[in-house]
C-alpha cells in the first residue's frame, strides 16, 4: 500500500554535512508525520527527527541544533538535513511514514524505507 524510499548516504567527514532524502509512494493522501530514525550494529534503532502534517517537529536531544527534518506534504517528501556531523553520527538512517492515510483504506498505515548508510569519519 505504502512505500518509501531513502537517498543520499554516503561517506562525510566529521564536521560536514549531508542530505537525505525520503520518498513515500502509494495512493496516499495524508501522512500524519514523517520522522528519521538511525541504527548502528548492536544497538537499538533510536528516534531522530519528527515532523507532523501541521509542521510540528520534534528531535532528538543528540542531534538538536545540528539536524533539520523538512517536508513537502504534497509530494509526500521528507528531507533531513545533517550538519556539523560527528563520527557517532555514523549509523543508517530510515525513513519512516507514520500513519500514511490511504484512499479507500480505513485504518491508517505505517511503513519504513530500508535506509541508506551515513559515514561520519576522516
Known amino acids: 500500500q505504502v512505500q518509501v524510499a531513502e537517498s543520499g548516504g554516503g561517506l562525510v567527514q566529521p564536521g560536514g554535512s549531508l542530505r537525505l532524502s525520503c520518498a513515500a509512494s502509494?495512493?496516499?493522501?495524508?501522512?500524519?508525520?514523517m520522522a528519521w530514525y538511525r541504527q548502528v550494529p548492536g544497538k537499538e534503532r533510536e528516534f531522530v527527527a519528527r515532523?507532523?502534517?501541521?509542521?510540528?517537529?520534534t528531535y532528538a536531544d543528540s542531534v538538536k541544533d545540528r539536524f533539520n527534518i523538512s517536508r513537502d506534504i504534497e509530494k509526500n517528501t521528507a528531507d533531513l538535513q545533517m550538519n556539523d556531523l560527528k563520527p557517532e553520527d555514523s549509523a543508517v538512517y530510515y525513513c519512516?511514514?507514520?500513519?500514511?492515510?490511504?484512499?479507500?483504506?480505513?485504518?491508517?498505515?505505517?511503513?519504513w524505507g530500508p535506509g541508506t548508510l551515513v559515514t561520519v569519519s576522516s
Open positions: 515532523m507532523t502534517y501541521g509542521g510540528t517537529t
Open positions: 519512516n511514514a507514520d500513519r500514511a492515510f490511504v484512499y479507500y483504506v480505513t485504518n491508517p498505515v505505517d511503513a
Open positions: 502509494g495512493s496516499i493522501y495524508k501522512i500524519y508525520a
